[in-house]
């Protein structure tokens, strides 16, 4: 006997036809299809939604949220190096060419004066070849600056982990530099990304400024003097753009001050004492190399920033203050910041008297 054939290939009997003629001809089901067919009618278009979508003002709102969402990013990211800074690594740094590099001539020497007056630190290897094939033309000087920081901080470890600078650390120092004075000037011409870029330099000057004077902290008991005058030339450099060589000062003149209360505290015997005592030598010479080296310059500079130098100045003068309470343990610290403020205020005489700075910031620094 044959099996009866599937349902839906069955004929569909009269009665079926009936049921789905009396559903179709229902009134319920006409009243919902013209309900349906107004609402529908009664919707914009999309032609008119995809272009209400794309409207200028809709493109320029979603443009600068993401631009604020990359400004984020970057803040965050320049918060997270400063909180995980000190990290180092075993790997040795590639060979490189060798050359004559002029970048650390005079390290340690003050200009002339005017007529009439054991194992290598690791870099890595992602980082540097990044590093090097940065163009000036970059559309992203933002993320280009904060490369570079990157890799200056890097080979700064690098000198701490051998105590004493590689034949490398010139070369790639001096590109580093270089790249980051390029992509700061850059930024600044354009005037854009003012205050984040004032992060990224304020954050650079605290991690080589942490480097330079926690000697004990970068290579135990060893003798890292050959390492600190190298990050001091890297700020010497850094600091012929104005934007950074202003903030220099004013970050190492509030560290004279906090060292300062540190000597007052410690006892003469302890051991972190004599780092102390070098790391405040260190800092007052590099002031005094950045106003010999760049001031005039900076006066000359259309964007030098005037609220900037009364702060850093001020600033000096309580340093002063400060190392004065040390005079009776070591009286050659006042002696070396009254040095440095008289070379200042010759510097700042000519241009209070031109109109250029106030004749307040003079006088104070006469008193």
């Known amino acids: 006997m044959a099996p009866p054939p599937p349902a839906a290939s069955r004929p569909p009997t009269p009665a079926a036809n009936a049921a789905s003629s009396s559903r179709i001809d229902s009134p319920s089901l006409k009243a919902a299809l013209a309900m349906a067919l107004l609402h529908y009618n009664r919707l914009p278009s999309r032609a008119a939604t995809s272009s209400s979508a794309s409207s200028p003002q809709a493109l320029l709102h979603w443009k600068r949220k993401a631009k604020d969402r990359k400004r984020e990013i970057l803040r965050l ?14 790997e040795m740094e590639p060979p490189v060419a ?12 003050l200009p002339p004066a005017a007529d009439g007056d054991g194992g290598e630190h690791w870099i890595d290897e992602v980082l540097r070849r990044r ?35 590689a034949a490398s650390f010139a070369t790639f120092s001096h590109q580093a530099v270089d790249f980051i004075l390029a992509s700061l ?75 300062s209360e540190k000597i007052l505290l410690v006892d003469p015997f302890d051991d972190a004492f004599p780092e ?24 000359c500079c259309d964007h030098f920033d005037r609220k900037l130098f009364e702060e850093w100045v001020r600033s000096i003068l309580k340093a002063r203050k400060d190392l004065e309470v040390l005079e009776s343990r070591n009286g050659l610290y006042v002696v070396y910041i009254e040095r440095v403020i008289g070379r200042l205020a010759r510097e700042v005489a000519p241009a209070a008297h031109q109109g250029k700075l106030d004749l307040e910031v003079l006088s104070e620094l006469l008193c």
Not at 218 to 240: E, I, P, T
């Open 77 to 90: 990211r320049e918060e997270l190096k400063l909180l995980q800074d000190g990290a180092r690594g075993e």
């Open 98 to 109: 060798s050359c004559r590099c002029h970048f650390f001539d005079g390290c340690g020497d």
């Open 131 to 165: 590093f090097l094939r940065l163009e000036y033309n970059n559309e992203d000087e933002i993320q280009q600056l904060s490369l570079s920081i990157d890799f200056l901080v890097e080979l700064s470890d690098g000198i701490f982990a051998k105590r004493h600078a």
């Open 185 to 259: 000037k850059n930024i600044l011409s354009s005037e854009r990304q003012k205050e984040i870029t004032e992060e990224i330099i304020n954050g650079l000057i605290a991690r080589l400024m942490k480097r330079m004077c926690n000697t004990r902290e970068n290579a135990g008991s060893a003798d890292c003097s050959d390492a600190q005058f190298s990050l001091q030339h890297l700020f010497r450099k850094l600091g012929n753009e104005e934007f950074v060589g202003q903030r220099i000062i004013l970050a190492i003149s509030q560290k004279i001050s906090n060292v």
């Open 276 to 299: 102390m005592h070098s790391n405040m030598f260190i800092m007052i010479q590099l002031i005094e190399f950045l106003i010999s080296d760049y001031f005039n310059n900076w006066l």
